[in-house]
């Protein structure tokens, strides 16, 4: 099969919309202030994340460490099996979350 020019033209474009995508999503990304946690029996608790700390709290009878440092948040440690809550590493841009499935707990960067 044999490209035409049109199929290069068409090519170009798409590559050119990706790397345009691609930039916009990583140059909008904004530190969010505020975080919310929900956990256990629809629980909830706004956390303000200028203030460095951890929070330690039973979730579904898991427990669970978190740790906020720098504007950003992470699960440091988890009695769940699997653990996977703590590779999410730290998040502090608007929109990201971080989610321990066990523990029903879950944490979501917001705006101020």
Do not use: W
């Not at 691609?22 to 200028?50: C, E, F, H, R």
């Not at 950003?72 to 699997?82: L, Y």
């Amino acid at each position: 099969m044999k490209l035409r020019k049109n199929d290069i033209y068409l090519i170009i474009v798409a590559v050119i919309l990706g790397i345009v995508a691609g930039l916009y999503i990583y140059l909008n990304k904004k530190p969010g202030g505020k975080a919310v946690l929900k956990y256990g029996n629809n629980q909830s608790m706004d956390i303000d994340l200028s203030k460095d700390r951890e929070i330690n709290l039973e979730s579904n009878g898991i427990d669970i460490h978190l740790d906020i440092k720098d504007g950003a948040i992470a699960f440091i440690q988890s009695e769940c099996p699997d653990h996977i809550c703590e590779r999410f590493g730290y998040i502090k841009n608007i929109g990201e979350s971080a989610i321990c499935l066990p523990a029903q707990a879950s944490v979501t960067i917001i705006s101020e």
